[in-house]
């Protein structure tokens, strides 16, 4: 399992869906702004505008790969050699079907391609060519409870001291009809260091929510 999708019904039950103390997580600082910059981004964006879709001309071809290291440990090298044939997207939580996803399933859901740009806090970005299944297909196929507010997405990669990174949408930002469970990057399937084998896009947010 590289991705996990957990739906949280409160604010308390995001904090303690899963560890929070991490290089970037538990950072009080770094969070601040990061908030600070994220109501900007609402102030600019809104909740439901549209992020800018690119020509096929503009598509950065080698894609930078930023982030935390790639997972080498033995449940994702084993998930690699299966090509993830065995790998399976688990949404649970305040939901009333939980399920587990299967890549070939994730992809007959519904097909959605869109090329937008990946604008890092660190300062640099990059236009890519993404396709997967937008992420309001999972949440309807999967039903959340009237207490439902809050979708956490549990990744595999880590900040080096052995914590997880997480990042979370309320369910408003998750339903944005641009929010993609991408499978694809500029026509290939992702690779390990793009995220591989499933990977949240959120291009009306900065690219750490792109978990």
């Avoid at 939580?93 to 399920?99: D, K, N, T, Y």
């Avoid at 660190?122 to 999972?138: D, F, N, R, T």
């Amino acid at each position: 399992m590289r991705r996990r999708l957990f739906i949280a019904s409160s604010v308390s039950a995001l904090a303690g869906c899963g560890p929070i103390s991490s290089a970037l997580n538990g950072n009080d600082g770094v969070r601040r702004a990061l908030a600070s910059v994220e109501t900007l981004n609402h102030a600019l964006i809104g909740t439901r505008g549209l992020a800018r879709e690119y020509a096929e001309r503009d598509v950065d071809r080698h894609f930078r790969v930023n982030g935390f290291a790639t997972p080498s440990d033995a449940h994702y090298n084993d998930l690699l050699a299966s090509n993830f044939g065995r790998y399976r997207l688990i949404v649970d939580g305040a939901v009333e079907r939980p399920s587990a996803f299967s890549l070939s399933r994730l992809d007959a859901l519904a097909r959605q391609t869109q090329i937008t740009r990946h604008d890092c806090v660190e300062g640099w970005s990059a236009i890519g060519k993404w396709s997967g299944v937008p992420l309001h297909v999972v949440l309807d196929a999967v039903r959340p409870r009237s207490d439902a507010r809050f979708v956490v997405f549990r990744c595999m990669d880590n900040d080096g001291s052995g914590t997880m990174y997480y990042e979370s949408l309320n369910l408003h930002q998750a339903r944005h009809p641009q929010a993609l469970l991408a499978l694809r990057l500029n026509d290939a399937p992702l690779d390990p260091d793009h995220g591989a084998p499933v990977r949240l896009r959120v291009p009306t947010q900065l690219g750490y929510k792109s978990a």
